[in-house]
């Protein structure tokens, strides 16, 4: 295949053969077998003791009893197994949607696709904050420099300014633009060679809230394990049945560990980020999904954030009514040849082409710096004088002209009045200059002024009432740009700040973090003409104050300030790569709107996850009181043998995994305010709470258990009354944990159908059990008469009336 041209690219075909031939640019990646994932699953703790129970009964010759548990413990296995396969089939659909993209020219148009789609012979586009699909040769650029330091360690950039240059697959453009051809994609690229060594360094470190689960399960696991041995011994020292008391004791143990915790916390996380990406979110570190419903404060970029980045010059003023052509040739003389930024491409439109055939040759370049905002070029004519073209922020041409303090209030008037409009304004100078040696300096040419230029950039739809909305949640949304402050202050507006906002002008501040805090901060709501080191000190400043801080931005000079934020939100398609790899959540549409989705998800993720936990929690309370008090009182039935802990597991993992899951949004949610979420996901008032409705609930079932006795019922018939009201309770207890504000019919009509379906199926089974006599045989159950039935019923009725009360 001929070498494609820059303007043309690879044809589509050219593309498939080129793919064919060199393969995908993607790297193999470990697949967990099947039967893996089923050993995954059984190795629980909850699945190997009821493999234990089951072989128990094998054991002592009681086959009906042994294989109908195995059955039950099989259907478990499944239930855990569809668990873990969902949670991995929605990592794996998260993993395409994280994807970064290149822009690569194809069939001579530029297009941007994934990264794994880009192959051997594509040239691609190369910008500040990309980085490189894959191996390939510099084919053209300006002043291009990367930073190679995933590869070689070197963390200072490496200018590559020789066409025909080696660029390496991985590597970051920090500065410039190009074009590069690629040459190898893959395992054969030199990303390929070490993704190996990458994996072993994988950041798997718990968050916050896995690091407390995993705590709490490994103390649980211990004072089961503990309880459970004491049970064995006292149930065999009061029984004499040692196989009996072990059974027990495994019974207890199953009781007591909540292994339901860290899944609840993987699939719902998991589920958010899927839903999520649904609406165009993508979430990168899943685990910042426990911030993001504690969001107090939202810092966000105003270029490519609230407005569209789409600029177009809107007014022309050169110094003199007749220069305006002169203004143009300015304009487009300081602008770069080729950039991808929207003002810069305005004025590429602006002027036409020929103003820079006046100049045979680019001799130097000065770049905008923290200490001057404002950047030029250095031409030599054919005629062997040299000038200068520069533009920037007006304040910063002002200063570089000298302008007289009369015409400097002149002119700053006038900024001020097309900032009031909302424009972005740029000013124009020129120097000529003839000597040998150019200054190193801007400030050593005398610059002549030559005017200004105002770009327009529509605020994006729907940005004023998300911002309003997100007021109203109780989220401070905060605006920093490097804009004029009065056209950052009219913008503001438009984009729905009270018009009452406070602004400070961070130029006037200075670098000095103790500076900024001393501007009161935490009162401003607009922060203009800030610097990078600013923006992340500014964000620390409100992480000192106890905010949780979400910050939105584009570009590569926002990348520390996503970084260090609690929640950094960039923006997916023309954001910057080093920004979206710095942030936690990329909005892959450039959607503003979306924020207030996520805040609003993050906030019923955590809702979500309480209302499950509780519900464990509680629902644990009688199932340990009834393991637990037969072994203390040799009179008592036992109630809860393992069969009967099997079928429980059956209600409660779907309840967890599924019920709280897919519950109703609460259109509430955003009028309470941001869930604080602080090392303990649960308050102690929420947990003695639960612990209150689990209580309430074995109160009933042991008051159940003293009636059916003193109406002389048996054993088995007394193990029936405790179990079905049990049953029932648990089911009240789902409904309850549901919703905190709506009653039980109101909580099961609003549910989706696969509560329903769960409530439902767990009625129709339990209606079996009782109604076939083999399987009354196998739980060991008896009917009772009808009065103690009845007695039984008036107890759910009264458990419902407590919990409601106690809510």
């Known amino acids: 295949m001929k070498t494609p041209s820059l303007e043309f690219g690879l044809t589509t075909a050219q593309a498939d053969s080129q793919r064919l031939q060199y393969g995908a640019n993607t790297l193999e990646k470990s697949k967990s077998a099947f039967w893996k994932r089923i050993l995954k699953s059984a190795s629980e703790p909850m699945m190997l003791l009821l493999f234990a129970c089951s072989l128990i009964y094998l054991f002592i010759g009681d086959l009906w009893s042994g294989f109908v548990f195995l059955g039950w413990t099989t259907l478990v296995l499944l239930s855990s197994f569809y668990r873990n396969y969902r949670t991995a089939n929605v990592l794996a659909a998260l993993e395409q949607f994280a994807q970064p993209n290149s822009i690569v020219i194809r069939n001579g148009k530029q297009e941007q696709i994934k990264r794994s789609e880009v192959v051997v012979g594509d040239c691609v586009l190369l910008r500040e904050g990309t980085r490189i699909p894959a191996d390939g040769f510099l084919v053209s650029g300006t002043y291009l420099k990367v930073d190679e330091s995933l590869l070689t360690g070197e963390s200072a950039a490496i200018e590559k300014s020789n066409i025909g240059a080696k660029l390496a697959g991985g590597s970051m453009v920090v500065q410039g633009e190009g074009i590069v051809q690629i040459s190898s994609v893959g395992k054969a690229a030199a990303l390929g060679q070490i993704s190996t060594m990458l994996k072993d360094h994988q950041n798997n470190r718990a968050s916050t809230l896995q690091k407390s689960i995993q705590s709490f399960i490994s103390w649980a696991f211990t004072l089961a394990l503990a309880v459970a041995i004491l049970i064995v011994v006292v149930f065999a020292l009061t029984r004499g049945s040692i196989l009996q008391a072990i059974l027990n004791g495994l019974s207890t143990a199953m009781a007591i560990l909540p292994e339901e915790f860290p899944m609840v916390l993987t699939l719902f996380m998991s589920l958010a980020a899927w839903r999520l990406a649904k609406k165009n979110v993508l979430t990168a570190r899943i685990s910042v999904l426990e911030s993001l419903g504690s969001t107090t404060v939202l810092c966000t970029d105003k270029t490519g954030t609230l407005t569209l980045n789409k600029m177009k010059v809107s007014k022309l003023l050169p110094i003199s009514p007749r220069n305006e052509r002169q203004l143009q040739q300015t304009a487009r003389l300081a602008t770069p040849r080729f950039s991808h930024d929207a003002m810069e491409e305005a004025i590429r439109q602006l002027a036409p082409l020929s103003a820079l055939e006046i100049y045979a040759k680019e001799l130097q370049n000065y ?154 901060f935490h009162e401003v709501d607009v922060f203009a003409r800030i610097l990078p080191a600013q923006k992340l000190e500014l964000v620390g400043l409100f992480q000192k104050r106890g905010e949780v801080v979400a910050m939105i931005g584009d570009g590569i000079n926002d990348a520390p300030a996503l970084q260090a934020a609690d929640i950094g939100i960039a923006m997916g398609e023309k954001g910057a790569d080093v920004a979206r790899e710095a942030a936690s959540l990329v909005l892959l549409k450039d959607q503003f709107t979306e924020i207030y989705s996520a805040i609003e998800m993050g906030r019923q993720l955590i809702l979500k996850i309480q209302s499950a936990l509780l519900y464990i929690i509680a629902i644990h309370v009688p199932i340990v009181g009834l393991c637990i008090l037969p072994a203390l009182f040799s009179s008592m039935p036992i109630f809860l043998m393992p069969f009967h802990i099997a079928f429980l597991e059956l209600i409660i993992d779907p309840a967890c995994a599924l019920a709280f899951e897919h519950a109703p949004i609460d259109k509430n949610t955003m009028r309470l305010g941001p869930k604080k979420i602080t090392r303990n996901l649960l308050s102690k008032q929420q947990i003695f709470k639960s612990l209150g409705y689990g209580l309430t609930v074995f109160l009933a079932v042991y008051s159940v258990y003293l009636f059916s006795k003193y109406q002389e019922q048996n054993e088995a018939q007394q193990r029936l009354l405790c179990y079905v009201l049990l049953i029932a309770s648990n089911l009240i207890l789902i409904l309850h944990n549901l919703s905190s504000t709506k009653n039980y019919w109101e909580v099961f009509k609003e549910s989706g159908w696969i509560t329903r379906s769960i409530l439902i199926l767990s009625v129709g089974a339990l209606t079996l059990i009782v109604s076939i006599p083999a399987f009354r045989s196998a739980f060991s159950f008896a009917l009772p008469d009808l009065w103690s039935s009845i007695t039984t019923a008036i107890h759910l009725l009264l458990i419902a009336v407590a919990l409601k009360w106690l809510k």
């Open 367 to 520: 770049p905008m710096s923290t200490t001057c905002f404002a950047m030029a070029y250095l031409y030599q004519s054919k005629h062997l004088s040299y000038q200068a073209h520069c533009k920037g922020a007006p304040e910063a041409i002002l200063k570089l002209c000298k302008i007289n303090p009369k015409e400097l209030q002149v002119h700053l008037q006038t900024l001020n009045d097309l900032a009031e409009q909302g424009l972005r304004i740029l000013g124009f100078a020129r120097a000529k200059y003839s000597e040998n040696i150019p200054p190193v300096n801007l400030q050593d040419f005398n610059f002549e002024l030559v005017g200004f230029i105002g770009f327009e950039d529509p605020i994006r739809r729907g940005v004023a009432s998300s911002v309003r909305k997100l007021r109203r949640a109780g989220v401070r949304v905060v605006m920093i740009t490097g804009d004029y402050p009065v056209t950052a202050r009219s913008i503001a507006r438009q984009a729905g700040f009270v018009k009452s906002l406070k602004m400070i002008n961070c130029q006037e501040l200075g670098s000095s973090s103790q500076k900024l805090s001393g501007a009161n």
